[in-house]
């Protein structure tokens, strides 16, 4: 088996691995020399020898600059540990500047004399930073001005009370703040010093912290943003096309015409791969679409675009085959994350002592009157279709709607009228809709499943009855239902004989069920006897693995930072969807 470090030529050695992270470390450390060697005091003999060459007033603009430096020396970083290509070119530039600067502001050839051999040394080892640039937002912009802005006033701060001796009088804080924020802006504030010279100083460095803050933030708001992942028209078509001719082999297969995801294809065209990225990860979801043959194709295809881009290559919820060929192709390693229940249409029945319970909730909730529609999306009116939007977005509330892998996010797209929805209703009004997919010619996979939450129990047990009963009439012989994570671990966690490991390990899912619906799903999809299929998720190597599950559950929903959940806001302010659908 290749290992994921040999899927190309030129990937770096395992040596090599640590060098951009080592990198990112000196260079923020080097960024916080400047600025601390700016806002001290410099030394008096050797701040005299430099005023008999230059002027002080040189020094004090070195000194000046010197902060900014190391301010967007502290900011890179970040792209260097991802061995991002421009990251590298600022982070030299940055760092000549740096040696010249330190030079001339104190004749500091210590610092200067490091800074000048990190940059040759990047240098030397430029070809560890290859990565293109990352797709990019506007939303960047008023992110540096707020990150900017509290550097500046902190490090404005720290300069008056560093300098505390160079000030007539003992300022208050607030005296001392006022001066800061005048001087960002190039104004002189209230606060006088002892000699002209330390006021120029302060005065210089300030200004220089205000038109850093400016320039890096317009330079932000200005410049052409690259949109988030958007399946486009033509992939859109050609992805139909693939599932037209081979989308029986995945139940997940349909989840690709998300709106919110990209596509990659083979050489051939005859296989493509669907992802996100999230948080530096390439995720890919369920198994390359198409014909196997060509599907290593396709795996190529993503695992170059990963390393253009640094990115970690990482799947989630593909099947037992399409792991194999992850593993095998990419040389990633395979982890089981669940089963997915499917259901045998043929097979199903609600007779015998097994679906006992399923009956009766079904024969109970049919008693309360209520009825369900069991329909194609192409065969139901505009009207039905927005209906149904709006109250599942009313039942939903302010929780974020969840799915990657397993969810397609919208309902009623005229080019998804193969799509099956279930819906319940009592006294003609809506109380629940099940939303499939189309799977291959004879599947459904299930999408979306919500109810009324004053509805009765067992509502969601007879919808799914419902559309097993109308599934020959459609033509279906099988149904994908929900995916329940560590099954295995559950079910054999509570059986006698069961390992001390495996038993503690089902006390931590048990725990984690009060957060998620882990076991109350798995016990939902056991009602049905389903037949359980592993899915599994491929990552590089064990240490990428907190890194992948963190994407997986940003991807998921589970996990949503401040500035998604504002821009969700904002777009239902606006009646508008962030990225995917209707019922967001």
Same mark, same amino acid.
């Given at each position: 088996?290749?290992?994921?470090?040999?899927?190309?030529?030129?990937?770096?050695?395992?040596?090599?691995?640590?060098?951009?992270?080592?990198?990112?470390?000196?260079?923020?450390?080097?960024?916080?020399?400047?600025?601390?060697?700016?806002?001290?005091?410099?030394?008096?003999?050797?701040?005299?020898?430099?005023?008999?060459?230059?002027?002080?007033?040189?020094?004090?603009?070195?000194?000046?600059?010197?902060? +900014?430096?190391?301010?967007?020396?502290?900011?890179?970083?970040?792209?260097?540990?991802?061995?991002?290509?421009?990251?590298?070119?600022?982070? +030299?530039?940055?760092?000549?500047?740096?040696?010249?600067?330190?030079?001339?502001?104190?004749?500091?050839?210590?610092?200067?004399?490091?800074?000048?051999?990190?940059?040759?040394?990047?240098?030397?080892?430029?070809?560890?930073?290859?990565?293109?640039?990352?797709?990019?937002?506007?939303?960047?912009?008023?992110?540096? *001005?707020?990150?900017?802005?509290?550097?500046?006033?902190?490090?404005?701060?720290?300069?008056?009370?560093?300098?505390?001796?160079?000030?007539?009088?003992?300022?208050?804080?607030?005296?001392?703040?006022?001066?800061?924020?005048?001087?960002?802006?190039?104004?002189?504030?209230?606060?006088?010093?002892?000699?002209?010279?330390?006021?120029?100083?302060?005065?210089?460095?300030?200004?220089? *912290?205000?038109?850093?803050?400016?320039?890096?933030?317009?330079?932000?708001? *200005?410049?052409?943003?690259?949109?988030?992942?958007?399946?486009?028209?033509?992939?859109?078509?050609?992805?139909?096309?693939?599932?037209?001719?081979?989308?029986?082999?995945?139940?997940?297969?349909?989840?690709?015409?998300?709106?919110?995801?990209?596509?990659?294809?083979?050489?051939?065209?005859?296989?493509?791969?669907?992802?996100?990225?999230?948080?530096? +990860?390439?995720?890919?979801?369920?198994?390359?679409?198409?014909?196997? #043959?060509?599907?290593?194709?396709?795996?190529?295809?993503? *695992?170059r675009e990963a390393r253009r881009h640094a990115w970690v290559p990482a799947v989630m919820g593909c099947s037992e085959i399409g792991g194999e060929v992850w593993v095998r192709e990419g040389g990633l390693r395979a982890l089981e994350l669940g089963d997915e229940a499917v259901v045998d249409v043929e097979d199903f029945t609600l007779e015998g002592r097994a679906m006992r319970n399923v009956r009766q909730m079904v024969s109970r909730v049919e008693r309360c009157g209520y009825k369900t529609l069991v329909r194609r999306v192409r065969d139901m009116t505009p009207q039905e279709?927005?209906?149904?939007?709006?109250?599942?977005?009313?039942?939903?509330?302010?929780?974020? #709607?969840?799915?990657?892998?397993?969810?397609?996010?919208?309902?009623?797209?005229?080019?998804?009228?193969?799509?099956?929805?279930?819906?319940?209703?009592?006294d003609d009004r809506l109380a629940a809709v099940l939303h499939f997919v189309p799977w291959g010619d004879d599947g459904l996979s299930l999408d979306l499943m919500r109810r009324d939450r004053e509805a009765d129990a067992g509502l969601n047990e007879l919808m799914i009855v419902a559309a097993m009963r109308a599934a020959p009439n459609l033509g279906v012989t099988k149904l994908s239902l929900n995916f329940s994570v560590f099954r295995s671990a559950l079910e054999r966690g509570g059986r006698l004989g069961a390992g001390p490991i495996l038993r503690l390990w089902r006390e +931590?899912?048990?725990?984690?069920?009060?957060?998620?619906?882990? #076991?109350?799903?798995?016990?939902?999809?056991?009602?049905?006897?389903?037949?359980?299929?592993?899915?599994?998720?491929?990552?590089?190597?064990?240490?990428?693995?907190?890194?992948?599950?963190?994407?997986?559950?940003?991807?998921?929903?589970?996990?949503?930072?401040?500035?998604?959940?504002?821009?969700?806001?904002?777009?239902?302010?606006?009646?508008?969807?962030?990225?995917?659908? #209707?019922?967001?």
């Amino acid at each position: 088996m290749r290992r994921a470090d040999k899927t190309t030529d030129n990937v770096p050695s395992r040596l090599l691995r640590g060098v951009p992270t080592a990198f990112a470390l000196a260079t923020v450390g080097l960024g916080v020399v400047d600025i601390v060697s700016a806002l001290t005091p410099e030394r008096a003999g050797r701040l005299k020898a430099l005023t008999t060459v230059v002027p002080l007033q040189v020094a004090n603009a070195a000194s000046a600059s010197t902060v +900014v430096v190391g301010l967007l020396l502290v900011m890179l970083g970040h792209g260097l540990r991802r061995r991002k290509r421009r990251a590298w070119r600022g982070a +030299v530039g940055l760092l000549l500047l740096s040696s010249a600067l330190h030079l001339a502001k104190g004749l500091d050839g210590e610092e200067a004399a490091v800074t000048l051999l990190m940059a040759v040394l990047l240098i030397l080892l430029s070809g560890q930073f290859y990565a293109a640039g990352d797709p990019r937002t506007r939303l960047r912009a008023p992110i540096a *001005l707020v990150a900017m802005l509290g550097s500046s006033l902190v490090l404005g701060l720290t300069l008056l009370y560093g300098r505390d001796s160079v000030m007539v009088g003992t300022p208050s804080f607030g005296a001392r703040l006022r001066e800061v924020l005048w001087g960002l802006v190039g104004v002189p504030g209230s606060i006088r010093f002892r000699t002209d010279a330390a006021g120029d100083l302060i005065y210089d460095v300030l200004l220089a *912290l205000g038109a850093a803050t400016v320039l890096v933030t317009a330079y932000l708001a *200005l410049r052409t943003p690259e949109p988030v992942a958007v399946l486009s028209a033509s992939d859109d078509e050609r992805l139909r096309a693939l599932l037209t001719a081979a989308g029986e082999r995945d139940s997940l297969g349909y989840f690709a015409l998300r709106a919110d995801k990209a596509a990659l294809f083979s050489e051939s065209g005859k296989a493509a791969i669907s992802y996100r990225v999230v948080s530096g +990860v390439m995720l890919a979801s369920g198994d390359p679409i198409g014909d196997p #043959e060509a599907w290593p194709g396709a795996i190529q295809a993503f *695992l170059r675009e990963a390393r253009r881009h640094a990115w970690v290559p990482a799947v989630m919820g593909c099947s037992e085959i399409g792991g194999e060929v992850w593993v095998r192709e990419g040389g990633l390693r395979a982890l089981e994350l669940g089963d997915e229940a499917v259901v045998d249409v043929e097979d199903f029945t609600l007779e015998g002592r097994a679906m006992r319970n399923v009956r009766q909730m079904v024969s109970r909730v049919e008693r309360c009157g209520y009825k369900t529609l069991v329909r194609r999306v192409r065969d139901m009116t505009p009207q039905e279709i927005v209906d149904i939007r709006r109250q599942a977005a009313q039942w939903r509330g302010a929780e974020v #709607e969840r799915g990657f892998s397993m969810a397609l996010g919208r309902f009623g797209a005229a080019a998804d009228g193969d799509c099956v929805a279930v819906t319940a209703h009592k006294d003609d009004r809506l109380a629940a809709v099940l939303h499939f997919v189309p799977w291959g010619d004879d599947g459904l996979s299930l999408d979306l499943m919500r109810r009324d939450r004053e509805a009765d129990a067992g509502l969601n047990e007879l919808m799914i009855v419902a559309a097993m009963r109308a599934a020959p009439n459609l033509g279906v012989t099988k149904l994908s239902l929900n995916f329940s994570v560590f099954r295995s671990a559950l079910e054999r966690g509570g059986r006698l004989g069961a390992g001390p490991i495996l038993r503690l390990w089902r006390e +931590v899912l048990l725990l984690a069920s009060r957060w998620f619906q882990i #076991e109350s799903l798995y016990r939902f999809n056991a009602k049905f006897r389903p037949i359980w299929e592993p899915r599994f998720v491929c990552y590089p190597g064990a240490g990428d693995v907190p890194r992948v599950a963190i994407a997986a559950l940003e991807a998921e929903a589970f996990i949503v930072w401040p500035k998604q959940w504002l821009a969700l806001r904002r777009s239902r302010r606006l009646g508008a969807s962030p990225s995917v659908d #209707e019922f967001v």
